[in-house]
């Protein structure tokens, strides 16, 4: 590839829109942007997308995991086409812009929401085994259909290389081999608190070598543009590694303080900012220029190539889908984020008399139907696979052709002991498109050391799954470490997220139908190690209510609401007291989703805790969101301990009998009180 002046030009542009932006909210990072735009504008000359087509499934993939260097991406993504204007870029950082502070999803040519630091490199991983699993399902290489043959590339520097995250993800995609991931590390030597000397003094291309990736440098990623695209172009050519090209830059690049820290998160002064701009040739009295040969160069060089690549490939899209109609209808499908008609007829139905079983074997069920039925299903465990019952029956790992031991086209995921990295990874396969639907098993507990990635599914709208299992202290013997106690209430605070934790059978199905159809919102799905009964009463579609009466008596003295494997007891314990010499009335909820209910009615959330009856809570966790539903709740508010699973239940007073003389303390401290539905609040949740 060729370059000449007009690339320079186009830099400085890149850079000074980016200092603007900084500028005018007097907010922001303009060293990373003044230290990368020439890179970024290398690799915009080398990548396939479409600005007037954002959704198309083969464009290549751009994740800036350094998050807060956005200024430049905001620059690329104006000068290159897509809905951003001028007055845009004017209000970055500003109160409901279409610029904010760090990349989100939801606005165009931004593929993950990135921000907390390697998060975005793990996302890309997800985004590389996503393009791989769609390539190895549907390209047809034998008549040259290659419907899917795009890269991912990323930037990030020092801060997401320290993040655990990051070394977790990176490690898993050299075992996979990821040749269509391509990552570019800022090598700027500087961090928030000074040089990076300060803390992080490792040989990063050492350890990515260790890793297995391909490994190259640029030496003067300041100016040397042939040096960065003849990096990117043998990166490309490597099918069997993803590569890493280490491009050292300097921060502040032009400025007065390049290299400095104080650069990397302060808007430049009116002085530097003056003076950089006439250093780079253009007039220190105006802001938010860009010449006209730029665009025109943006638009002949990068806009218009990558709209004729795209009707190229409508061109053979529109073959394949005359030669393969059955792939090409799944296709089509995918493409509109569309489930089959009646998909969910392979859904189970459990009866009473069905055997008692841990709702982490229903689970099993109840996904290896799903997995046969949906190819977008995709997903695996942390090293738990035996244990969370994760793997579907007869489903192929997704590994390396040259494994052994899986392909690309399969479809089980081995992440290893690196919870985190597989949230973030799910985040990204999410990303791609094509209808994906990622899950990911782990313990319940362990879901904490993924929730940075969970919180991000949640604020970016990714429908993942996670298959949380061993639930509670009825785990037992492996004691207070790995028993959750405060996980559930963690998680149900974090907004736009579902929790479930389904009782028996049937609300197991309703947890998984519901997570599968989701769009916007992510799931878990928290499940017992120990055997539960299957419940009278229970109902997948009324379970999709979030909450709903499982065991009823007419006009309750008290209700009595739970979870999961509390909820049978429940039951048992209600019918104890309606056997007392002096009998009370109690009615069961089972509440498996509290994000569900809370989108119902406030018409139904008063049927099911109406006024005039005292509600109490019983979980074998944390109250305190109780409060939210329950006058009065029962529940473990210490860690647990080591001891057989129902001996634990007995130590903490969660069976039956003990219930039972609870709910009877608790109803006569309400004799002769005025009681008010806990969900009739001034304002609303």
């Known amino acids: 590839m060729k370059f000449e002046d007009i690339d320079k030009l186009a830099i400085s542009t890149l850079r000074l829109l980016s200092v603007d932006q900084v500028a005018s909210a007097q907010s922001g990072h303009p060293g990373a942007p003044l230290g990368l735009a020439p890179t970024a504008h290398v690799l915009w000359r080398h990548m396939k997308f479409n600005p007037k087509n954002v959704g198309w499934i083969n464009k290549d993939r751009f994740v800036l995991s350094n998050g807060h260097a956005c200024a430049l991406l905001y620059s690329l993504l104006h000068l290159s086409g897509y809905d951003y204007s001028i007055d845009d870029l004017k209000q970055f950082r500003h109160l409901n812009s279409r610029t904010p502070g760090h990349p989100e999803a939801e606005l165009p040519g931004i593929e993950t929401t990135t921000g907390p630091l390697g998060q975005g490199i793990a996302n890309s991983v997800g985004l590389a085994i996503a393009q791989a699993n769609f390539a190895a399902t549907y390209n047809k290489p034998n008549d040259n259909m290659i419907i899917s043959d795009s890269y991912t590339y990323v930037f990030l520097g020092d801060g997401c290389l320290q993040e655990g995250v990051a070394s977790e993800a990176c490690s898993l995609a050299g075992h996979l081999k990821l040749g269509n991931l391509i990552v570019f590390y800022d090598d700027n030597k500087i961090t928030i608190d000074g040089k990076t000397q300060l803390s992080f003094d490792e040989d990063v291309l050492k350890r990515f070598e260790a890793y297995g990736w391909e490994t190259l440098t640029v030496e003067n990623g300041d100016e ?85 690549v795209n009707k190229k ?198 947890a998984y139908k519901c997570a599968i159809e989701s769009k916007h919102t992510p799931s878990v799905i928290a499940l017992s190690r120990q055997n539960l009964p299957q419940l009278e009463g229970s109902c997948h579609k009324k379970s999709l209510y979030g909450a709903y009466i499982i065991y009823d008596v007419e006009n309750p003295d008290v209700i009595i609401t739970s979870t999961g494997s509390e909820v049978y007891l429940c039951i048992e314990a209600a019918k104890l007291l309606k056997k007392r010499s002096n009998p009370i009335k109690a009615r069961v909820i089972s509440q498996p989703d509290f994000h569900s209910f809370n989108k119902q009615t406030k018409e139904y959330q008063l049927s099911i805790y109406p006024d005039s009856v005292p509600v109490v809570s019983v979980e074998a966790g944390a109250t305190y969101i109780w409060s939210r539903y329950a006058h009065e709740s029962i529940g473990i508010n210490r860690f647990g301990c080591s001891g057989k699973g129902l001996d634990v239940y007995k130590y903490f007073s969660l069976v039956p009998e003990e219930i039972a003389k609870k709910v009877d303390i608790i109803l006569k401290s309400y004799e002769g009180k005025v009681v008010y539905s806990p969900i009739n609040k001034v304002l609303p949740l």
């Open 313 to 510: 490939w409508d061109q053979i899209l529109e073959t394949y889908l005359a030669k393969y109609p059955k792939e090409g209808e799944e296709i089509k499908r995918r493409l509109n984020e569309a489930l089959p008609s009646n998909w969910d007829h392979c859904l189970p139905t459990f009866k009473p008399e069905d055997s008692s079983m841990a709702t982490r074997k229903l689970s099993e069920i109840v996904l290896t139907k799903i997995v046969h039925e949906l190819p977008e299903v995709i997903g695996g465990s942390a090293d738990l696979t035996l244990s969370n019952l994760t793997k579907a029956k007869d489903s192929v790992d997704f590994q390396p052709p040259q494994s052994g031991i899986g392909d690309y086209s399969g479809r089980y995921i081995r992440y290893g002991i690196r919870e985190h990295a597989m949230g973030a990874i799910m985040n990204g396969i999410s990303a791609y498109g094509a209808n994906f639907k990622p899950y990911g098993g782990t313990f319940l507990n362990f879901v904490s050391y993924g929730v940075g990635a969970l919180r991000l599914a949640a604020i970016s709208n990714e429908p993942v799954i996670w298959v949380a299992t061993h639930d509670s202290i009825g785990l037992g013997e492996d004691g207070p470490t790995h028993q959750p106690i405060e996980t559930l209430t963690h998680l149900r605070a974090i907004p736009n997220l579902h929790v479930w934790r389904p009782a028996d059978g049937n609300e197991t199905v309703a």
């Open 224 to 308: 040397d543009l042939n040096a960065i695209s003849d990096a990117l172009e043998r990166a490309q050519n490597n099918k069997d590694q993803p590569s890493i090209i280490k491009v050292t830059t300097t921060i502040g690049f032009g400025s007065l303080n390049q290299g400095k820290e104080v650069v990397h998160g302060s808007p430049l002064k009116e002085d530097d900012v003056k003076q950089i701009k006439k250093k780079f040739g253009f007039d220190p009295n105006k802001s938010f220029v860009v010449p006209q040969e730029v665009y025109d160069f943006y638009k002949n060089n990068i806009i218009n190539p990558g709209i004729e």
